[in-house]
């Protein structure tokens, strides 16, 4: 499954999404939108003008916005 994870270095939720997918090795792209505008653009569009990361993009088109742990965890249950 790929997965882009657009976010910021400095934001908390990006660095804890990261961490959780480092830590079960489920490979994704990250993305800092702080230094790629078209990145930036793409999550404005996707969250209706915010600018809310992370934004994790699945392969298939879904997406999470800002997901607490459990829903992470519900996610790549299985």
């Known amino acids: 499954m790929k997965i882009v994870i657009y976010g910021t270095d400095w ?7 990261k961490r959780f997918l480092k830590e079960r090795q489920i490979a994704f792209d990250w993305i800092n939108i702080d ?8 999550v404005l569009k996707i ?3 915010m600018r809310s990361v992370p ?8 997406y999470l916005v800002e997901p607490p742990q459990h829903i992470l965890e519900r996610k790549f249950r299985g």
């Open 11 to 17: 934001c908390p939720d990006c660095i804890r999404a």
């Open 35 to 42: 230094r790629d505008r078209r990145a930036e653009a793409t």
């Open 47 to 49: 969250n209706h003008g």
């Open 55 to 62: 934004t994790i993009v699945f392969e298939d088109g879904s």
